[in-house]
């Protein structure tokens, strides 16, 4: 009988010490509004390949893409980060007549990856990982169908 009331008393304990906490955290007080402070952010120079790494976007670039395959984005020492592909001048583009292709090259030169219709059906954006190894990359927009004539489009990229 004495265990019983030991472990009656024990867990009336555990149930009175939540009661009582339970109340203590919903009674917090929360502002109405929240303000927010702007903080401007320096970076180092010398970082990375280019100054700035890890911050997203480090390159933007608007190069206009056709039915051939163009540079659109380089790195010598490797991307190594989302490539963020949007095709821009949409006054023509549709994307259930086109397809976003793309080529990843490595330092050597060597293809490393080939995507074809990267940005799915009808795409007009994707993103992109490349890796440390991928120093090179070309996109191509291309008719999906033969009936379709080629056209050169504005792309927006950033990485």
């Known amino acids: 009988m ?6 009656l008393a024990m867990a009336l304990a555990v149930v009175m010490t939540m009661s009582v906490s339970v109340p203590a955290f919903a009674a917090e007080a929360t502002p109405d509004t929240v303000e927010q402070q702007v903080t401007a952010a320096e970076f180092p120079d010398g970082i990375g390949g280019n100054g700035n790494a890890g911050i997203m976007p480090l390159v933007t670039d608007f190069p206009m893409v056709g039915n051939s395959y163009k ?15 949007s095709v821009t001048g949409k006054v023509d583009f549709d994307g259930a007549s086109y397809q976003l292709n793309v080529l990843m090259y490595n330092r050597d030169g060597n293809v490393v990856h080939r995507g074809d219709n990267v940005a799915g059906w009808p795409g007009t954006s994707c993103t992109l990982w490349c890796g440390s190894n991928v120093t090179r990359v070309e996109l191509q927009i291309a008719p ?10 504005e792309v927006k990229v950033a990485y």
């Open 71 to 85: 540079t659109i984005a380089t790195n010598p020492n490797g991307i190594n980060g989302d490539l963020h592909i």
């Open 144 to 153: 999906r169908y033969f009936w379709v004539q080629p056209n050169t489009f």
């Open 2 to 7: 004495k265990k019983v009331r030991n472990f």
